[in-house]
């Protein structure tokens, strides 16, 4: 697997998709917050002066399908499935950052809100569905239990202010 480094995507992504801000997304995955902010930091370092962006980091402690756990509703909805009547048993948001595999969880309950018989359901798309849980979330605020996000949110705020963008 030819895996590209950051500084390469970050280069690629600013030449094809130049932006006023730019949302830089790393997994923790068992690295800590810190380390995970610092390679940010030091990838946009590395491009060169022309491109280097306002930049904001996006770390959550597991991985960014933790963040979507947090609205059963909208994953009925990104399921294809908004009058799903199971019990979908959703973690709380402290538990939150306890779930080994964010990522299984939220693709099983897609499948379960799907209601699709089991045939159908082997062919069920997760990772499409899940990528839509975001569009359907009506209330972020329960992640500001979480210090990752709580981290992002003051970083947000930070370059808006910065930047004297009204909000």
Not at 10 to 35: M, N, Q, W
């Amino acid at each position: 697997q030819d895996r590209q480094r950051l500084p390469d995507k970050l280069r690629s992504s600013l030449i094809y998709y130049p932006c006023d801000l730019l949302f830089v997304h790393r997994d923790a995955e068992g690295a800590t917050l810190d380390s995970r902010v610092q390679e940010i930091n030091q990838a946009i370092a590395e491009l060169p002066e022309d491109l280097q962006p306002v930049f904001v980091s996006v770390v959550p402690v597991r991985m960014q399908e933790t963040w979507l756990l947090i609205d059963e509703s909208a994953i009925k909805i990104a399921a294809g499935n908004r009058r799903y009547a199971g019990d979908l048993d959703i973690p709380t948001a402290r538990q939150l950052e306890s779930i080994s595999d964010p990522k299984e969880l939220l693709y099983r309950l897609l499948i379960q809100a799907s209601d699709l018989n089991r045939r159908r359901r082997r062919s069920f798309p997760a990772a499409k569905h899940a990528r839509l849980v975001t569009e359907f979330v009506d209330d972020f605020s329960p992640l500001r239990q979480l210090n990752a996000f709580a981290v992002f949110e003051e970083e947000v705020n930070r370059v808006i202010k910065a930047n004297s963008w009204a909000i």
